[in-house]
């Protein structure tokens, strides 16, 4: 299916959901637009490099650790 025809279907559904799926539909959109750029690919080494610097500093949790931090979300 071509672009063209998929923003087709989009505007044909969006006139008919219901206000919970088109509500959902902008939140997913607006928070892609938010944080959708990509980042370079310099800036993706860099921060690959950083992580692997805070795993050898041991700046890092257990499973165990994670699941008990989760539980106070």
Same mark, same amino acid.
């Given at each position: 299916?071509?672009?063209?025809?998929?923003?087709?279907?989009?505007?044909?559904?969006?006139?008919?959901?219901?206000?919970?799926?088109?509500?959902?539909?902008?939140?997913?959109?607006?928070?892609?637009?938010?944080?959708? &750029?990509?980042?370079?690919?310099?800036?993706?080494?860099?921060?690959?490099?950083?992580?692997?610097? &805070?795993?050898?500093?041991?700046?890092?949790?257990?499973? &165990?650790?994670?699941?008990?931090?989760?539980?106070?979300?």
């Amino acid at each position: 299916m071509t672009t063209v025809a998929i923003r087709q279907k989009l505007v044909d559904y969006m006139k008919v959901a219901d206000d919970k799926k088109i509500k959902a539909m902008y939140a997913l959109l607006e928070d892609d637009m938010k944080h959708g &750029e990509r980042i370079s690919i310099t800036q993706y080494n860099k921060e690959i490099d950083a992580a692997m610097e &805070e795993v050898k500093r041991g700046e890092v949790y257990s499973h &165990e650790q994670v699941v008990k931090l989760s539980k106070k979300w």
